[in-house]
């Protein structure tokens, strides 16, 4: 009888990329494979049963929203439980004390996270992330193994629990029709926030003839007016949420798709760049270059696989003329677009992070 795999969340979509299409879906060639989440009615997905739990909509509610989902994993009643979120962490020592194995599956560094959440009031930050750390570390020395997706956080994180694996984010490699064009067009696919730019980007097209074409939703009103008002709007072709099985397709009609980040010094997975984020493999993967920030991870794909350029994130000349590079020169982009989705086929996919998570529970398999 195949082990039983439950996986737990409280905060992400029921079909989220990386928790059911890539890590359920995966495990489930394998094992008997179930996910609880609180966004969506029970249904069976793909042969994996999906349990909703009723939850509140808002932030709060659902980060204190606990004790329904530990009572669905203990009727589930499966061996493993891979837990996604922090608040779930508390669920933990229950699970443990019916003999369970437990995994827990760092997305992000909360602790840096925490200082820059905008819903959460400035003076209070740096308070509340102290408290996290002591919170995690109290609770991840229960846990069978720990994951997490960049080298920073699995760093981090080996010194509270030394079973702790990397299993990074690449995307699910799927061939394309090759559609792209090269024209006077970058693009954006994500969360329109400040962390990404989008500021410096288009004030940096006043100095250039391309169009900066953007999908995704803002969900910060103010930063979306406070672009609106800038010089470089008039280039913006602000398009909204699309489906994602629409991004591939919206990417191959620009020419190169912007990853330009700046992080705060709290937020420490992302002073080297992270393999959590999937934006620079998704543009890879599309056949177009990345024009990215200086920072060591990214940088040194960029430079590896001659994919791209970098930039420095406040300086708009060093933005603009990258844009004026790549739109200028379509040949030369067209090489670094080759490039880049040569290198996703054959090292940035799911196809072999994957064969990393089954030795993550090839290990949990022999904890006693």
């Known amino acids: 009888m195949s082990m039983k795999v439950c996986h737990v969340t409280n905060m992400h979509k029921p079909f989220d990329g990386r928790i059911f299409r890539k890590q359920c879906i995966s495990l489930s060639k394998y094992y008997d494979v179930s996910l609880i989440q609180g966004r969506s009615e029970d249904q069976v997905v793909d042969g994996i049963h999906v349990y909703g739990i009723p ?64 819903w959460m009031p400035q003076q209070i930050r ?12 109290h609770y991840l020395r229960y846990c069978d193994a720990i994951i997490s997706v ?16 990397m299993v990074t984010n690449y995307p699910i490699y799927k061939e394309s029709e090759d559609h792209r064009r090269w024209g006077a067009s970058v693009c954006f696919a994500g969360g329109i926030t400040k962390e990404w730019m989008h500021h410096s980007i288009i004030e ?4 250039t003839n391309a169009t900066y074409r953007i999908v995704g939703g803002c969900p910060y009103k103010e930063y979306e007016n406070r672009l609106r008002q800038l010089s ?17 397709g919206f990417l191959q009609e620009s020419s190169a798709g912007m990853a330009v980040y700046t992080y705060d010094d709290a937020n420490v997975d ?30 040194e794909i960029v430079r590896t696989n001659d994919c791209g350029l970098c930039v420095e994130p406040n300086d708009t000349k060093s933005i603009s003329d990258a844009i004026n590079y790549i739109v200028n020169n379509p040949k030369e982009a067209e090489r670094m677009g080759n490039n880049a989705a040569k290198a996703v086929r054959e090292k940035y996919n799911w196809s072999i992070q994957e064969k990393e998570l089954y030795k993550v529970y ?6 006693q």
Not at 150 to 165: C, W
Not at 362 to 367: A, D, F, H, R, S
């Open 232 to 248: 470089g709007w008039g280039h913006v072709e602000y398009l909204g949420k699309i489906k994602h099985e629409e991004v591939n």
């Open 150 to 165: 960049t080298p920073s956080i699995v760093e981090r994180l080996s010194h509270i629990g030394p079973r702790t694996f």
């Open 55 to 118: 939850v509140a909509e808002g932030q709060i509610k659902r980060m204190v929203t606990i004790k329904p989902f530990l009572k669905k994993a203990l009727e589930v009643d499966a061996d493993v439980y891979h837990i996604h979120d922090p608040e779930l962490l508390r669920i933990i020592p229950a699970l443990k004390r019916k003999g369970k194995k437990v995994i827990f599956d760092s997305h992000e560094n909360f602790p840096g996270v925490l200082l820059i959440k905008e």
């Open 270 to 299: 992302f002073k080297e760049g992270t393999l959590g984020n999937q934006k620079i493999f998704e543009y890879m993967m599309a056949g177009i270059p990345i024009i990215t920030s200086h920072l060591k991870l990214w940088e």
């Open 126 to 137: 740096k308070m509340v992330s102290r408290i996290y750390i002591k919170y995690e570390k």
């Open 204 to 207: 940096s097209l006043t100095n």
């Open 362 to 367: 090839e290990y949990v398999e022999t904890v």
